[in-house]
């Protein structure tokens, strides 16, 4: 209750120092919810507290250089006088400030050191929650930070934010995906997964165009959907099997988790970024972004980054639903029963995979509601 009191608030504040109060809220209640964990999720909560109080530091101190130039901390009264101070260096040590702290909490490449082990060690409940949400309320204030505090233009005149962070972007995603293949725990592949993720939001907010925030904004939704998803099958199957090793999976879970596994199966298309599932339409905006700023480096990140997708997922549905001939004729004779987990957890898992369909198909309507966030200047 805690950790989503924090995320409520940073939403809602409109206040730079109250969003830095609600962020510290979520932060050490996301410490403690990690904490809990498998043996090593201590030491990996607290080098996230170390990490992640040196990032809320950061920002707190570029808050308050703003503070003394404009006298303010209202978000819309301080975009009204920055225009007047920009060129001052303590404006420029802010604006530093706060992206890099911003970028700690949101596990934006390079800057993303405590996320693997945090989601992996923590229990499955903690990560199915923390997962899909933190990291995103993170980049929703690297949204307002950039784009309603600040504006791009103001910023660009001044530092090349936006191409740096787009640069870090493309690099994370990169690195996320390749780093995820070269796993063989389930949870530890979902975490360098939700690396490479977030350089899809970053990459979005980096293009500063309608097309790029659209598809940032709406992958912010279809992450948090999917990895919530990939977590509680991850979290099922440490349950029936007690593990989540992808060199365990074999072709018998299909008979005794057919449900779980086809909302895995969801879950993993869209990732690749297949249609109808929403998935595919955030990248495909932030495709659009990409063509149209002619930046054809990150449209190829994009292609590039859903073939490896494909890679470190479809090697999990290939155990799953294809035979293997060497032990073929050994389960031909073997009877396997149907083991599903109970009602309670089978449930936010089919909410979730209905979700991802629904979201695809009725796409347009969630895009119309963006329209009405854009930033003045858009």
């Known amino acids: 209750m805690l950790l989503m009191l924090g995320f409520n608030g940073m939403v809602l504040t409109g206040d730079l120092f109250n969003l830095y109060v609600f962020l510290e809220i979520s932060s050490l209640s996301s410490y403690a919810l990690i904490a809990i964990g498998e043996k090593r999720a201590p030491y990996s909560a607290f080098r996230y507290l170390i990490i992640g109080t040196v990032g809320g530091s950061l920002y707190l101190l570029g808050v308050g250089f703003l503070y003394t130039v404009t006298g303010t901390l209202n978000i819309i009264d301080m975009h009204t006088m920055l225009p007047q101070v920009i060129g001052h260096s303590s404006v420029i040590a802010a604006l530093i400030l706060m992206v890099i702290g911003v970028g700690v909490k949101a596990a934006l490449f390079p ?149 779980t596994m086809a909302a895995f199966t969801t879950a993993a298309i869209s990732m690749v970024g297949l249609p109808p599932l929403a998935g595919f339409f955030s990248k495909w905006y932030l495709a659009l972004g990409t063509i149209d700023n002619s930046n054809w480096l990150l449209l190829s990140v994009i292609l590039i980054s859903s073939l490896l997708n494909a890679v470190y997922f479809f090697r999990i549905l290939e155990k799953v639903y294809l035979n293997n001939p060497d032990t073929e004729s050994a389960e031909e004779t073997e009877v396997v029963e149907r083991d599903e987990v109970g009602f309670s957890m089978m449930f936010p898992m089919a909410v979730m995979a209905i979700g991802l369909l629904l979201v695809g198909i009725f796409n347009v309507y969630i895009v119309n509601i963006i329209f009405t966030m854009f930033p003045a200047g858009f």
């Open 111 to 259: 800057l993303h050191g405590w996320l693997p082990d945090s989601y992996t060690f923590a229990s499955s409940t903690s990560s199915a929650l923390i997962a899909p949400i933190g990291t995103k309320v993170a980049a929703y204030i690297l949204f307002r930070v950039v784009l309603f505090l600040f504006g791009v233009e103001l910023i660009d005149d001044q530092l090349p934010v936006t191409t740096i962070i787009g640069i870090f972007a493309g690099i994370g995603i990169l690195y996320g995906s390749i780093m995820a293949i070269a796993q063989s725990e389930m949870k530890k592949m979902l975490a360098y997964s939700s690396v490479s993720q977030i350089g899809y939001i970053i990459m979005g907010l980096s293009l500063a165009n309608p097309f790029g925030f659209i598809g940032a904004v709406l992958h912010i939704l279809n992450h948090a959907m999917m990895k919530a998803l990939l977590f509680l099958v991850s979290g099922s199957m440490r349950l029936k099997e007690g593990h989540s090793l992808i060199t365990k999976f074999d072709n018998s879970y299909r008979k005794k988790y057919p449900w």
